[in-house]
């Protein structure tokens, strides 16, 4: 991938020290790959280019020395190379990293129904949503996972990778919305699944 460099203040922090998994990005504008993801060259990204991107991404989400705007323009980045990667992976799965992401950006930067990335009862639905058992199924399922068949744990785990990124953010999920009421009695099963 060849991405035209353009001088920026928003230049991908070489400092962060990228472990090789984001070089083929290091000059690279923040603009520069933000046009690139809607270019038809970038459709046909493969799983580990689009890894890449998110690695890198995260990476400038996660740098302080970056002003908050753009940090939230890198997150955003990194939400839509997951969204690039979901055809290689289960909706559990993609739905597990942009929780990882869209958390770590309100606990960052607050919660803001006004930014979906950072819209906490949408991502509290959305993880429900890919959850696929009743809360009942949930707890019955937990208790015997030692002994579960294969994909039972799996689905387990991978319910418990949704969830865990809430995690931090209980304070938050206070009130009397019923996504809200759910996930909190979600992540109090979070302990006792594999």
Not at 26 to 47: F, K, V
Not at 63 to 73: A, I, K
Request: some cysteine.
């Amino acid at each position: 991938m060849t991405v035209p460099e353009s001088p920026s203040s928003d230049r991908s922090p070489e400092m962060r020290g990228c472990h090789g998994s984001g070089r083929r990005f290091l000059g690279s504008s923040l603009e520069d790959l933000e046009r690139y993801l809607l270019s038809p060259e970038a459709r046909a990204y493969s799983l580990e280019h689009c890894e890449q991107l998110r690695d890198f991404a995260v990476g400038g989400m996660q740098s302080h020395g970056l002003s908050d705007e753009t940090r939230l323009r890198w997150g955003r980045l990194a939400l839509s190379a997951i969204s690039r990667k979901e055809r290689s992976q289960t909706p559990q799965q993609a739905m597990a990293e942009s929780a990882h992401v869209r958390s770590y950006m309100i606990r960052e930067f607050g919660v803001s129904n006004a930014d979906a990335a950072r819209d906490l009862p949408a991502l509290c639905s959305e993880i429900l949503g890919n959850v696929g058992l009743s809360l009942e199924a949930g707890a019955r399922l937990a208790e015997g996972w030692k002994s579960a068949p294969r994909d039972q744990m799996l689905q387990l785990r991978r319910i418990k990778n949704m969830l865990t990124p809430l995690l931090p953010l209980r304070a938050l999920l206070e009130g009397d919305d019923l996504a809200f009421q759910e996930t909190r009695a979600w992540l109090e099963l979070v302990p006792r699944l594999p």
